[in-house]
T-cell receptor
Framework: DARVTQTPRDKVTEMGQEVTMRCQPI?????VFWYRQTMMQGLELLAY????????DSGMPKDRFSAEMPDATLATLKIQPSEPRDSAVYFC??????????????FGEGSRLTVL | KQEVTQIPAALSVPEGENLVLNCSFT??????LQWFRQDPGKGLTSLLL?????REQTSGRLNASLDKSSGRSTLYIAASQPGDSATYLC????????????FGKGTHLIIQP
């Protein structure tokens, strides 16, 4: 059963601490997206990769957020230092690009982050 | 910038009713539109994907239509059941590039037993 796997499912941390979230995309997919979901803003795109290359991270606060894809089976989203306003659910999604266009996306279960 | 709006924000109906959820988008140059379901504390489950060249897609009791020129899509749920209670999200991808999906804020649906 192919699915996107995210860890951790839940994370509670204190302000100033480093947080790393991990995502294993579906095997064979060539695009990976990171989204953040809050009650106020809904789902916001943070960053995405195609064939492991970062394409757009304009949605991320650059001073504290970083996204990487060290290999085809792992994508990471790091926050350092974390702040209470970063509290949200972070979703990873993967898919197959149709040429240069976004095809169907499949989402993980999310990582719920609480920064105290 | 693409904006996606979903109406209503919340809906509560008795079991067995047929219902329609609405989605509108401002930029009609879309590549596809996806409807998702999200249960509390869970991820997003893809329900239906409509390519821009298509008018509708069906899966079981669900039917999604797309009118690209008017920037609208509807999700029709037939014979609703309590298990259909969830948040339904509409999302579009643009022709301009593979820059992911732009989401609406969802319709929170409650089906009363």
């Amino acid at each position: 059963d192919a699915r996107v796997t995210q860890t951790p499912r839940d994370k509670v941390t204190e302000m100033g601490q480093e947080v790393t979230m991990r995502c294993q995309p579906i095997l064979g997919h060539n695009t990976v997206f990171w989204y953040r979901q809050t009650m106020m803003q809904g789902l916001e795109l943070l960053a995405y990769f195609r064939n492991r290359a970062p394409l757009d991270d304009s949605g991320m606060p650059k001073d504290r957020f970083s996204a990487e894809m060290p290999d085809a089976t792992l994508a990471t989203l790091k926050i350092q230092p974390s702040e209470p306003r970063d509290s949200a659910v972070y979703f990873c999604a993967s898919g197959l690009d149709a040429g240069q266009l976004t095809g169907e996306l499949f989402f993980g279960e999310g990582s719920r982050l609480t920064v105290l | 910038k693409q904006e996606v709006t979903q109406i209503p924000a919340a809906l509560s109906v008795p079991e067995g009713e047929n219902l329609v959820l609405n989605c509108s988008f401002t930029d009609s140059a879309i590549y596809n539109l996806q409807w998702f379901r999200q249960d509390p504390g869970k991820g997003l489950t893809s329900l239906l994907l409509i390519q821009s060249s298509q008018r509708e897609q069906t899966s079981g009791r669900l039917n999604a239509s797309l009118d690209k020129s008017s920037g609208r899509s509807t999700l029709y749920i037939a014979a609703s059941q309590p298990g259909d209670s969830a948040t339904y999200l509409c999302a579009v991808s643009l022709l301009g590039g593979a820059d992911g999906l732009t989401f609406g804020k969802g319709t929170h649906l409650i089906i009363q037993p």
